[in-house]
């Protein structure tokens, strides 16, 4: 498959950031984006909302469908998934791109904050895959993509901040079994992660956090679009890195992605 012309992809967080350069990217084919997001108004620390990313998606090429949805709640995904279904005939791609972080210990962590990590990340990668399933094993060449690490058990990704560790591992784990149970069916279920840090508005929220040290969310962006456009049957249960997906795509020079070229890269979580 060339591009994601005519392709409907459900993307979860998608008013901002990563996921809305993911729907940019597969706009430029002429894609259909669902944009699954809670933000309908400006937040005051983060740009976009779903109807400014759903602007910005035709004004590239694609068709876009906002949907006010919190992933947390099984009732709104169920609504919006259908919304997908009537406007665009199905869904051809989900991206679980939504996510919440706290890198804190586990005395600085409260409750409520674990819970919104384990409501967003984990649970809510799990509802919107169940929620998507029946209509993607209708399509031709269906793909989940998740936005998390490969799992590493060594005790350093776990002591500074378990919360948020256990919560995005969860969201690996939803690939690494959902790729063996849907592979009979044709569902490819793969992971991505970045290199590097990306530099995103929600990043730079985060005390002591230089987003010069980091790369474009594009290159996610066009990582994604290499793993969407391969055939779903022999392309699944990967944990994917965006330098490596772009290296098997023919690209060597990563120089463009780069937010501040004279800073040195920052590794991002989860990698040795």
Not at 8 to 19: H, K, M, Q, V
Not at 41 to 60: N, Q
Not at 99 to 125: H, Q, V, W, Y
């Amino acid at each position: 498959m060339a591009d994601l012309k005519g392709k409907t992809l459900f993307i979860t967080g998608a008013s901002r950031g990563i996921g809305l350069a993911i729907a940019l990217r597969a706009a430029r084919d002429g894609a259909n984006v669902v944009i699954a997001a809670k933000t309908t108004d400006p937040h005051p620390k983060l740009p976009g909302t779903i109807f400014t990313a759903a602007k910005e998606i035709e004004a590239v090429g694609g068709q876009a469908l906002p949907v006010m949805t919190d992933i947390r709640f099984e009732d709104q995904v169920q609504a919006a998934v259908e919304a997908a279904v009537k406007r665009f005939g199905g869904v051809d791609i989900l991206v679980n791109n939504a996510s919440a972080i706290s890198l804190t210990g586990t005395l600085e962590t409260p409750i409520k904050r674990f819970d919104l990590m384990m409501g967003i990340n984990t649970r809510g990668t799990f509802l919107c895959s169940q929620a998507c399933l029946p209509a993607l094993k209708r399509a031709a060449n269906p793909h989940i993509l998740t936005l998390s690490p490969p799992i590493n058990l060594s005790p350093r990704w776990f002591a500074p901040h378990v919360a948020y560790t256990i919560a995005k591992y969860g969201m690996s784990l939803c690939v690494l079994g959902m790729a063996e149970e849907f592979r009979g069916a044709g569902v490819a279920v793969n992971a991505l992660w970045p290199r590097t840090i990306i530099a995103t508005a929600a990043l730079q929220m985060i005390p002591g956090v230089d987003a010069g040290w980091g790369r474009k969310p594009e290159i996610l962006a066009d990582a994604a679009h290499w793993i969407l456009t391969q055939p779903s049957r022999a392309l699944t249960g990967n944990f994917f890195i965006d330098e490596d997906v772009l290296a098997r795509a023919g690209v060597a020079d990563l120089s463009a992605y780069a937010v501040d070229p004279a800073k040195t890269l920052r590794k991002d979580l989860f990698l040795d």
